[in-house]
């Protein structure tokens, strides 16, 4: 499990490729075995050095199964192109995708407050500057913990690349190549409640304009 065995020539080993895909996604998947039936959830996360922050609610259950050491997987995919073959059984799409294996643990109470401003600051550079800061109540009800990135404890693939050619150009059925796809943010909408007269925060503005 630590090493990739199925198209080798896509994994990539060196530490700046695992967090490059890590610092470029903002949902990933944990996974874990709870009572012998496997769990699964998609989760927010940021990478913070070496260490993957999760947060959830402190009455989840499987949350607290995992926090408590019980061993996990997290899985990060982006889909940057989809590869348009010659043949549907070359056809495939182009992506980073990375899994970080371990146990991870509770933050410590005293830097929960950090963590959860560096989540939301992955999320929307800047926004925890323009917010109180959480209450004792909040951080009571929530369940900062995080996933130690260790030497021997993940894998990386990445395919960037055209489709393969034909065996044979005669047996071409055209075109062939690559659709790439990419995330953007839109214009942010207000909330109900938020006059027309109110601007949407710098944070807002710098995230949409990718600045």
Not at 187 to 201: L, M
Request: aromatic share 4%; charged share 20%.
């Amino acid at each position: 499990m630590t090493q990739i065995r199925r198209e080798r020539e896509l994994a990539r080993t060196d530490r700046p490729d695992l967090d490059s895909v890590l610092d470029a996604a903002a949902v990933g998947t944990l996974a874990t075995v709870v009572d012998g039936q496997p769990w699964v959830v998609p989760m927010l996360y940021a990478r913070d050095g070496d260490r993957v922050i999760l947060h959830g609610s402190t009455g989840a259950g499987a949350l607290r199964h995992v926090a408590a050491g019980a061993p996990a997987a997290f899985c990060v995919t982006l889909l940057d192109g989809i590869v348009v073959a010659d043949t549907l059984f070359d056809s495939t799409a182009n992506y980073r995708s990375a899994v970080v294996r371990g146990h991870l643990t509770v933050i410590d109470p005293a830097d929960a407050a950090y963590a959860l401003d560096l989540m939301s600051d992955s999320l929307i550079p800047g926004r925890s500057s323009e917010v109180r800061s959480s209450t004792k109540r909040e951080l009571a009800a929530t369940l900062a913990i995080a996933l130690p990135i260790t030497p021997d404890g993940w894998t990386v693939k990445v395919r960037d690349a055209p489709p393969a050619p034909p065996d044979d150009a005669a047996d071409s059925g055209g075109w062939a190549g690559v659709v790439p796809l990419r995330t953007v943010a839109g214009d942010p909408i207000p909330a109900p409640w938020v006059g027309a007269d109110v601007d949407a925060p710098e944070s807002v503005h710098r995230l949409v304009n990718g600045t």
